[in-house]
């Protein structure tokens, strides 16, 4: 399976773009790159997927680099509901590893 | 509306009893998912269901078990067996294998005094 290394923690002031990076050294040319969050004590959220394209949808954009070997969510402007623990994931044979993610916190 | 329950959000129970977690979903999703959460910890896969009459084993299914009798439900039986049953249990599903979006429910704490 492909592993992913997120940062643990991050902060990010209200208003302002949050980039969180991710790195997948290990994916296969065919696996996706996923990103869900989950706020405290709730279900993880889907937020975006993508393959090799930038992505972009009404949550955030995802950049992929041209090796496919890291990544990086943006949330272009923070709110303090964004704040979460956010998880970079490679699918592998249909199925989602969950890691530590990285856990934002947005400062007003 | 359309979802995940999950049932009861909260669960007690003593040390050496069965308990069964409820899944229930009215997306008409093929595939549904448990997993485990500890404290500070991601997620692990439990076990999972590709389709109505069968289901895998996922990383840490030691101590659990699972039926998939409809395509609505998924219970979970957390057993005596479980060494450490104290945790975060959440339900997801998905269209199918290879849909984009996995839905989770809200998830049920459960607490072995």
């Known amino acids: 399976d492909a592993k992913t290394t997120q940062p643990t923690s991050m902060d990010c002031a209200e208003g302002r773009a949050a980039n969180l990076p991710c790195n997948h050294s290990?994916?296969?040319?065919?696996?996706?790159v996923y990103w869900y969050r989950q706020i405290h004590s709730q279900g993880p959220q889907y937020i975006i997927h993508?393959?090799?394209n930038n992505e972009t949808n009404e949550m955030a954009s995802l950049i992929i680099t041209e090796d496919r070997k890291s990544s990086t969510l943006i949330l272009p402007h923070a709110t303090l509901r964004d704040t979460a623990v956010y998880y970079c994931?490679?699918?592998?044979?249909?199925?989602?590893?969950f890691g530590a993610g990285t856990t934002v916190t947005v400062r007003a | 509306d359309g979802g995940i329950t999950q049932s009861p959000k909260y669960l007690f129970r003593k040390e050496g009893q069965n308990v069964t977690l409820s899944c229930e979903q009215n997306?008409?999703?093929?595939?549904m998912y448990w997993y485990r959460q500890d404290p500070g910890q991601g997620l692990r896969l439990i076990y999972y269901?590709?389709?109505?009459?069968?289901?895998q084993k996922g990383d840490i299914a030691e101590g659990y078990s699972v039926s998939r009798e409809k395509k609505e439900s998924f219970p979970l039986t957390v057993t005596s067996a479980q060494k450490n049953p104290t945790a975060f249990y959440l339900c997801?599903?998905?269209?199918?294998?290879?849909?984009?979006?996995?839905?989770f429910g809200p998830g049920t704490r459960l607490t072995v005094l």
């Open positions: 269901s590709q389709i109505v009459n069968d289901f």
């Open positions: 997306l008409n999703h093929d595939a």
């Open positions: 993508g393959l090799k």
């Open positions: 997801a599903s998905r269209l199918g294998v290879e849909a984009v979006e996995q839905f």
């Open positions: 994931i490679v699918m592998s044979d249909y199925k989602l590893s």
């Open positions: 290990t994916i296969s040319g065919n696996e996706y």
